[in-house]
């Protein structure tokens, strides 16, 4: 493979384009994250409605879920002066837990249903087991369930980048 192609757009070789690098930050904005987070959400839903017939059609479809709820979560975090970094470092990360822990104390609100599906997100292996195959008995959130936090978020995060003078369309 010819390596050339490999190298930063920044490089000082010959006929190569001076790009001036962008922040974390600023490739990684609270709307960026909320943007994010509505195509998981969804090929989440678009996944489910299609119907698959296979042995484990929820997995894919919950860990699309999972994942556009930490999106959203986050969006929330960056637009209450989270950094990108901070946001992916060991304090947050993937963890549920403390991605809705830290977005509760900025104010944003959670009905009981949030909170069970944080729980069990946080508490058990439910988002590993939508990754990996494993055997057992485990209890997990269903897809309906993961739908209605997604939609909820949605509303609430929407509204907080609304007010923060960013353009969503909820």
Request: glycine share 6%; charged share 25%; with cysteine.
């Amino acid at each position: 493979m010819d390596d050339r192609r490999c190298r930063s757009a920044t490089s000082r070789e010959p006929g190569a384009s001076v790009m001036k690098p962008f922040t974390d930050d600023a490739r990684s904005s609270p709307l960026g994250f909320f943007n994010l987070a509505e195509s998981y959400w969804a090929a989440a839903v678009a996944l489910e409605n299609a119907g698959l017939r296979t042995t484990h059609p929820t997995s894919p479809i919950s860990f699309l879920y999972y994942h556009a709820i930490e999106l959203y979560l986050k969006a929330f975090l960056r637009t209450h002066g989270h950094s990108a970094k901070e946001l992916r470092g060991k304090n947050f990360g993937h963890r549920t837990c403390c991605l809705s822990e830290k977005a509760g104390a900025l104010g944003l609100h959670f009905d009981d249903h949030d909170l069970q599906v944080f729980s069990l997100m946080s508490c058990t292996d439910a988002v590993i087991r939508s990754r990996y195959i494993e055997t057992g008995y485990f209890h997990w959130p269903a897809p309906e369930s993961l739908n209605r936090t997604c939609k909820s978020l949605r509303q609430t995060v929407g509204q907080e980048l609304k007010k923060a003078n960013l353009s969503v369309r909820i």
